[in-house]
């Protein structure tokens, strides 16, 4: 459930201490980050604009509706979901760092809102677990719809069920349960734990994307193959291709 920004900062603080202490010691540099420099970071200061947006609901120039998540508001989700591993949990533990559970539904809360707003994820990381085709889109899942309720994730699951008057509708991908922007901003509208986006701010409407496009088998077989080669996340290697064939059909309408 909801929490203070000063709660979720004192948090942070003691994490980045003991976390950036083993880091220094195993590198062998001089002594842990003073709390002045970590208060002064990017990360820090990342988490904090994320926390305004994704859960009071206030926007600065780069989060805000429309926009999409990148530079440091990027690396910082990629840094708290590395974080968000069984391993690394095991490894924080033994070095005595406190997992910082709400940065990271902070900065899961930013993104959720970012996406409700009408915005992009920097990447799509369910692609990389669930497979191509998969993956979120420009959907929300229902912990983050949770999230920008107030609500546990139980009870938005409750409120799905078709069988309600008023149900939360939801959309199979997979054998996951998805919502679309538009039923998320209706449902959400009757929520007494959300709190809208400020005021003032419009939704800047962009042409629907759907990142769930069917592909040929041969295709699908192509990447799955060279990510258990590689290691590269599906995504990334999707991207790739996708890429690649763009710049050859370009090519040869040049040469037509």
């Known amino acids: 459930m909801r929490f203070s920004k000063t709660d979720m900062q004192e948090q942070l603080l003691a994490f980045l ?14 002594g842990p980050p003073e709390p002045e420099a970590i208060r002064a970071s990017a ?11 994704g859960t009071a609901g206030v926007p600065n120039g780069e989060l805000g509706p429309g926009n999409a998540v990148d530079g440091t508001y990027a690396r910082a989700e990629a840094f708290f979901r590395t974080l968000d591993t069984p391993a690394m949990k095991v490894y924080l533990d033994t070095c005595g760092a406190p997992f910082p559970a709400m940065a990271l539904r902070t900065v899961h809360g930013a993104i959720a809102r970012i996406v409700l707003d009408g915005g992009r994820r920097h990447r799509d990381h369910a ?9 979120d889109g420009d959907d929300l ?32 991908v997979g054998n996951r349960s998805l ?6 901003r209706r449902w959400l509208a009757g929520r007494k734990g959300f709190v809208p ?16 496009i069917s592909v040929p088998q ?19 290697i ?14 040869d309408a040049k040469k037509s």
Do not use: C
């Open 141 to 172: 899942t229902l912990p983050e719809i949770a999230l920008l309720a107030n609500m546990d994730e139980r009870s938005v699951r409750n409120a799905a069920n078709p069988r309600l008057a008023d149900p939360l509708k939801t959309r199979q």
């Open 17 to 30: 201490s003991a976390y950036g202490e083993e880091i220094t010691s195993l590198i062998g540099a001089n």
């Open 179 to 184: 919502v679309t922007v538009e039923e998320a």
């Open 43 to 53: 990360l820090w200061n990342a988490v904090s604009d994320m926390y305004d947006y």
């Open 127 to 135: 692609m990389d677990v669930y497979g191509l085709g998969k993956g």
């Open 197 to 212: 986006t400020m005021s003032g701010m419009e939704y800047v409407q962009r042409p629907p994307v759907d990142f769930n």
């Open 238 to 251: 999707a991207m790739e291709l996708f890429l690649k064939a763009s710049e050859a059909a370009m090519g």
């Open 218 to 236: 041969e295709f699908h077989d192509l990447v799955q193959r060279m990510a258990e080669e590689t290691g590269a996340p599906i995504s990334v």
